[in-house]
């Protein structure tokens, strides 16, 4: 086990913190009977290989040896190393969702990467050399990168883990029948971020799609939807009717699986009772359902994206549901149910001076609302910056204070413009 580890020049290699000589001793850890020198084994490992969602060059030679581990029934905790794979492969894979995974904009990105790796790496800054400095000379050739060029790099590393964990999905096809729980979810979920793979992973998706734990159909279900739809032809009958037989599910979770994969594969033509399974889920009171890996578990916020792709017919419905939910969530669950009802309101941001009065009625509804709810501005017991920028990213005011003086423009006759 892991016995070509120390064959790698991992200190030639480049991490978020610089060189990647501490890798080989926390994929190691990964190994360990001690779950405390796991845990910081795989937090070690997110923060350096997988830094907030950057992939780094060492992290596409750390992927044969997860692979490794994760074929070895002895690994403790497989379905984190699959975690880990996946977030190396895709990133925050929230972003990705409704779509799926844009594999050929990711390939177009990371057009001439290759070459600017290769320079990088022979790359000497030699007054740095001078000045006695240890930094890796890929960073220091960053450094000289213009936005454009320091984007196709960073394309290109991620690019380059995103194949590596591609080797794996004829081994990630097996462990949908993995006496693990947890591992099958999350085969899965890593299965679905393939679109390329998706003639050869589609008929392993509906096989499992009849595993008895909800959990498991449902992430099924919904990698369905996802390659189904990226192979751009029409869905093949046994397709069809397992994501149509699943809609029929006495379990609830099954079904919204169905529903989302539905409205992927389909689009507006999936039809009333799609809708209907998807709108009842927005207005759900229930928590996020953390066995369920899209979206953190959040399959409120998931069946509002999906109703998005199910066209305008639908979208005043959607729109009060998501109104209704707004005054009741905080912290990361309200930022993606006003991610998901903002652009319904505001197409486009607003320009700076525009009026109260100047909106029109479905603007000044969620407006109303943001005004009239200053919880759902908060996580936890501080304000929360994220939901405040993605509120200001519309044009809006930044808080829910604001909010309320720009709203009585109506009632006061003052100007009320936003800033």
Do not use: C
């Not at 060492?58 to 070895?72: I, K, Q, R, S």
């Not at 995103?162 to 591992?183: C, K, M, N």
């Not at 479905?362 to 405040?388: C, E, K």
């Not at 990213?393 to 009585?408: F, I, K, N, T, V």
């Amino acid at each position: 086990m892991l016995e070509g580890l120390d064959v790698v020049d991992w200190a030639g290699l480049t991490h978020a913190y610089g060189r990647a000589g501490d890798v080989p001793g926390q994929i190691r850890g990964l190994r360990s009977p001690d779950p405390d020198i796991r845990s910081k084994a795989l937090n070690s490992l997110y923060g350096n290989v997988f830094h907030q969602g950057t992939r780094y060059e060492a992290g596409a030679y750390a992927v044969p040896f997860l692979l490794e581990l994760l074929a070895d029934p002895a690994t403790p905790d497989r379905a984190a190393v699959l975690g880990l794979l996946t977030h190396l492969a895709v990133g925050y894979a929230e972003g990705h969702l409704p779509s799926g995974y844009p594999v050929a904009d990711h390939r177009a990105q990371a057009a001439r990467g290759d070459v600017l790796l290769a320079v990088g790496k022979g790359f000497v800054d030699e007054k740095a050399e001078e000045d006695g400095g240890d930094e890796p000379g890929l960073f220091q050739y960053m450094g000289t990168l213009d936005d454009a060029d320091n984007g196709r790099l960073d394309a290109y590393l991620a690019l380059a883990a995103y194949d590596a964990v591609r080797s794996g999905l004829p081994f990630f096809r097996e462990l949908l029948t993995d006496d693990d729980v947890p591992v099958r979810i999350a085969a899965a979920y890593a299965l679905a971020w393939y679109p390329e793979e998706a003639e050869a992973v589609l008929p392993a998706l509906v096989r499992a799609a009849a595993d008895p734990e909800p959990a498991v159909a449902a992430t099924v279900l919904v990698a369905i939807g996802l390659l189904g739809a990226a192979s751009g032809a029409e869905p093949t009958p046994e397709v069809t009717v397992t994501l149509d037989a699943a809609l029929d599910d006495p379990r609830d979770v099954v079904r919204w699986g169905a529903a989302v994969g539905q409205a992927r594969l389909r689009g507006p033509a999936a039809g009333g009772r799609v809708a209907d399974e998807l709108l009842g889920w927005v207005g759900h009171a229930g928590r996020a359902d953390e066995t369920i890996p899209f979206l953190d578990g959040d399959l409120r916020g998931y069946a509002a994206q999906a109703l998005h792709e199910l066209g305008d017919v639908y979208a005043d419905a959607l729109f009060a549901e998501l109104l209704a939910r707004l005054p009741s969530v905080s912290g990361t669950e309200a930022l993606a149910v006003a991610d998901a009802a903002l652009p319904m309101a505001f197409p486009e941001p607003l320009p700076a001076g525009t009026t109260f009065t100047a909106l029109d009625e479905r603007q000044r509804r969620i407006v109303r609302v943001l005004a009239d709810s200053p919880g759902t501005w908060r996580f936890g017991s501080h304000p929360f910056g994220n939901f405040s920028t993605l509120v200001t990213d519309y044009g809006l005011p930044r808080s829910a204070q604001e909010m309320a003086e720009y709203a009585s423009e109506l009632l006061s006759g003052s100007p009320g413009a936003q800033a």
